[in-house]
């Protein structure tokens, strides 16, 4: 629970040496970079219409509550000084190939989570320096004096404590957590800290007297999977310092998609099979791309009261053609027409793919799209 360099006790316990590095404030820290008005005043990187969130929040504008996926017009009234700039995802892709580029200098085992983190096992280190920790302060180094940007950066002997230290000192910032630390370290670690567990979870865990790791690991499993069904084997390990899970280089995707919140409400079947055929267009250009192979169709609705709506299908076969894969998304479209209220979001997904594969730190096309 420290944050010196010392991480000898890795190799004679044969523990692997995990590194998560996390980029501060990532596109938020790239639009103050690019234009030197914006340093030092709270940024917001997202749309400021109607119905814009933000996207991400400069250091700054985080003093006054302003975080990502928070709706614009909130982050407004808590800091009505609050600068909004549009992404620009072209350039926050540049970046990160750079940071990218240098991952790979160090270990071949990377494993991207989203444009601006992912895990780096270095425990046999391409530049045979030995030490994980020597490791995440040379890549951070090396990330500023290339990008102009901070990282933080998490050591330890697995992917949940690591994820767990690159916050702990942030901003720019490093933490090491040893063999023999984590159980002890995630004892104090607050619920909401825990990979996984959003708000609702948070709340859901405080209702039954879980605040803490310590209080979950005082729970035995039949009382986890009574509550918490299929997460509760993650949180029975979580608790005590466990993760199994290797670094995954060219970690297969799961689906590609894409979805649009509206500054207008859609309200008529014509409008609604219009603005499905943009995000058609959208997400077989990233198929197409990558080569994928999918049997299962998702669409998505999130009607004006913000309650959500799916409809899937699932095939024998991989879809083959556009017009297939376009045809089965109207079709699941028409089963929820007509509309019981106006929608402000919809999205559409391929997912059961066979051989995509992720693109180094890239974010799938319903980020980009949701949050402008």
């Known amino acids: 629970m420290t944050d010196d360099d010392s991480d000898t006790a890795f190799e004679p316990m044969g523990l692997r040496k995990i590194i998560h590095v996390d980029m501060d404030a990532f596109y938020a820290s790239v639009e103050q970079r690019d234009d030197p008005a914006l340093r030092g005043k709270p940024v917001a990187v997202g749309g400021d219409g109607i119905r814009g969130v933000v996207c991400a929040a400069s250091y700054e504008a985080r003093k006054f509550g302003v975080r990502s996926a928070i709706p ?9 000084q609050l600068l909004f700039v549009r992404p620009r995802f072209a350039v926050y892709r540049q970046v990160s190939k750079q940071i990218r580029a240098i991952f790979d200098e160090f270990t ?25 920790t020597r490791i995440a302060e040379l890549i951070r180094a090396r990330i500023e004096a290339e990008t102009g940007l901070t990282a933080s950066a998490g050591v330890s002997y697995n992917k949940f404590l690591a994820k767990i230290a690159s916050d702990q000192n942030k901003p720019d910032g490093l933490c090491l957590i040893r063999p023999g630390e984590g159980a002890r370290f995630v004892a104090d670690l607050p619920v909401r800290r825990f990979h996984g567990i959003g708000p609702k979870g948070a709340e859901k865990m405080e209702r039954l007297g879980l605040h803490t790791g310590g209080d979950i690991a005082a729970k035995d499993m039949i009382f986890l999977r009574e ?40 309200s008529t079947g014509p409008a609604m099979h219009e603005a499905l055929e943009k995000i058609v267009a959208l997400v077989w250009a990233d198929i197409d791309r990558l080569r994928a192979r999918g049997r299962t169709i998702t669409l998505k609705l999130r009607y004006a009261d913000f309650s959500l709506k799916t409809r899937a299908r699932s095939l024998d076969a991989p879809v083959a053609f556009r017009d297939q894969f376009a045809g089965i998304g109207h079709a699941l479209l028409d ?14 997904t391929l997912s059961s793919l066979e051989g995509a594969r992720g693109e180094g730190i890239t974010p799938p096309r319903d980020e980009q799209l949701s949050l402008l």
């Open 72 to 80: 614009s017009s909130m982050a407004k009234r808590l800091c009505p």
């Open 227 to 266: 509550h918490f069904g299929s997460q509760a084997d993650y949180l029975y390990r979580a608790a005590r310092g466990i993760d199994l899970r290797r670094v995954s280089a060219n970690r297969a995707r799961k689906s590609i998609g894409a979805e649009r919140t509206y500054d207008y409400d859609l």
């Open 108 to 132: 071949p085992h990377v494993e991207p989570l989203a444009l601006d983190e992912a895990y780096l096992d270095v425990t046999d280190d391409l530049k045979g320096i030995g030490s994980a």
């Open 335 to 348: 089963e929820l027409l007509p509309l019981p209220q106006p929608v402000r979001l919809l999205g559409l």
